[in-house]
Nanobody, 121 residues
Framework: QVQLVESGGGLVQPGGSLRLSCAAS????????MGWYRQAPGRERELVAR???????NYVDSVKGRFTISRDNAKNTVYLQMNSLKPEDTAVYYC???????????????WGQGTQVTVSS
């Protein structure tokens, strides 16, 4: 069984920073791409940032220059450093991972439970 456990959300003032973490645990053979999505009330879930197994990153335009995604393969953990936060960044942030649990199994997609980020004065 695979689990993705997020941490680091909270309430921050505009212009502030937060760092989200997501640790994958369980029966993991190969961890491929990992990413962060977010969903604000009344809006669809959107990709915020993604990092491949090889370290290639991509970001949604609205966070470029402010957010940085990184991963620690030894810890099966992905991070999202969020700087210069804006009220429009308020959302539930979800961790996502594409991984396989054995040599013979094809990669599947897993989600964390979500962590709330609120940017408000």
């Amino acid at each position: 069984q695979v689990q993705l456990v997020e941490s680091g959300g909270g309430l921050v003032q505009p212009g502030g920073s937060l760092r989200l973490s997501c640790a994958a645990s369980g029966s993991i053979f190969r961890l491929n791409a990992m990413g962060w999505y977010r969903q604000a009330p009344g809006r669809e879930r959107e990709l915020v940032a993604r990092v491949t197994g090889g370290g290639t990153t991509n970001y949604v335009d609205s966070v470029k220059g402010r957010f940085t995604i990184s991963r620690d393969n030894a810890k099966n953990t992905v991070y999202l450093q969020m700087n210069s936060l804006k009220p429009e960044d308020t959302a539930v942030y979800y961790c996502n991972a594409d991984l396989s649990t054995s040599y013979y199994s094809r990669p599947l997609n897993y989600w964390g439970q979500g962590t709330q980020v609120t940017v408000s004065s």
